[in-house]
């Protein structure tokens, strides 16, 4: 298929022509086979960054992290005794109760991706559901969501709009699968186990479906499903992003899935993809997410790392320790550097502000970007992606607050003709990029231009038998990280 249209694009109106009928004559099935065949979006390598946000009746009680749901239930927990000392008995004030005070009333989604657009999102987007069973858009499928209660408005639709009004790339993420044993809807000692709270709750399950015994049934899979397919239809997302657990769902119903969104986006006309965890998905039928994780190196395959701007949570809470702007251009580099691509997450408080700590790291983080995104936005990986001292522990939950980097730390991106060499830090003396020696055999030609983004002086610099080394300018562009654009002698 991929040949004949390469032939035909040589009769450019032959090709405008066949190209769609061709498309619609091989809709994607739901088989790993076809599944597999789905290409990965351009815009989804080019884009880099995204942002999201964990944010529901959770943030409410603003402790703990957002299992808080689940964790109020259980006894002896942290979470369980502040909420028995706060709010009183389980069966007196159960999750549901905290839905009411999740009002939004502040909220204001295009003020929202103005931000994100200044941060230098290419893509975001919210939880549209979390695991807590409370769906952020106007759903037809159940009524325990924000158009009917709480903010009584449509959240995901409105950010919808107005991301895509700010030139980003809408995304949804979804972590509904583990609503399947969340709540203890076999305690009749609390409100989880009133049946009149089903819709919120789950269905009544025993103990053992936490550990995926039984697993879920027909009916609860194909409101998984169904949920899925309502935000589909409804906001058209260019990329929807699962939470791990998938593998509880039963196949059948993730590989429907995969094709109605693949086969919707060709009506559409656009390009989406999905992204999945471990081994929830086939290879190739999406991208593989790291939460709060990275690669060690460079990988053949597009890949992401969901992280959050909060060490300890991914929702609001008091006593938050959030992650400067420094440590997320660090972040976001290195993962670049390696094929990756970096999904922030944010924690907005339950009135729909965001707090002023994450704003100025997200603004940091903009700023630099303002100055140095052409070595990162539409850059591929080079050869190596770096040289230094900081070493990644490759895989999930992988990510430290002692990987902090230095100035010996570099990370190259290419793009075109042009090499780019971004020191992690701001060097007090020389920077000597030893992979760019003349005896290491990587610059393969004579480096014969050296610039700084964001600086018009002129650098004195020398391509030594051991190193690249260059002399920093007296004025520095931008705090953070320096990014030197490099020419080679053609």
Known sequence: ????????????????????????????????????????????????????????????????????????????????????????????????????????????????????????????????????????????????????????????????VAIRRHGMRFITTFHHQWLWGWYPTWDPATDCGNPAYAGLYGPKVPPSAWKNDPKPDQAFCQLWLGKVKEVIDKYQPDLIWFDSRMTIIQESYRREMLAYYYNKAREWGREVTVTYKEKDLEAGAGILDLERGRMAKITRFKWLNDDSIDWNSWCYVQNADIKNAGWLVHELVDIVSKNGNLLLNICPRPDGTIPERIRESLLGLGQWLAVNGEAIYGTRPWEVYGEGPLRITEGSFG??????????????????????????????????????????????????????????????WSQQADALVIEPPQRIPSPHALAFKLGFKQ
């Not at 695991?131 to 919808?160: C, H, Y």
């Not at 971004?422 to 990587?442: D, F």
Request: with cysteine.
């Open 1 to 160: 298929m991929k040949r004949n249209l390469l032939l035909l694009a040589a009769a450019a109106s032959l090709a405008v022509a066949i190209a769609p009928l061709a498309a619609e004559e091989k809709p994607y099935q739901p088989t790993w086979e076809s599944l597999t065949n789905h290409p990965g979006p351009p815009w989804f390598d080019d884009a880099k960054f995204g942002i999201y946000f964990h944010w529901s009746a959770f943030s409410v009680p603003a402790f703990g992290n957002e299992w808080y749901s689940r964790n109020m239930y259980v006894q002896g927990s942290a979470e369980n005794k502040h909420h028995l000392a706060t709010y009183g008995p389980l069966d007196k004030f159960g999750y549901k109760d905290f839905i009411p005070l999740f009002n939004a009333e502040k909220f204001d989604a295009d003020a929202w991706a103005e931000l994100f657009e200044k941060s230098g999102a290419r893509f975001a987007g919210p939880v549209a559901e979390h695991a807590d069973g409370f769906t952020l858009w106007d759903s037809q499928l159940t009524k325990w969501n924000a158009a009917r209660m709480g903010p009584k408005r449509d959240i995901v639709g409105e950010l919808a």
């Open 399 to 460: 990510e430290r607050k002692d990987q902090a980097a230095t100035a010996e730390d570099i990370r190259f991106t290419r793009k075109g003709d042009a090499l780019y060499a971004i020191c992690l830090a701001v060097p007090k003396g020389q920077v000597r990029i030893k992979t760019l020696g003349e005896s290491s055999g990587r610059a393969g030609k004579p480096v014969v231009r050296v610039a700084l983004l964001g600086s018009d002086e002129s650098l004195k």
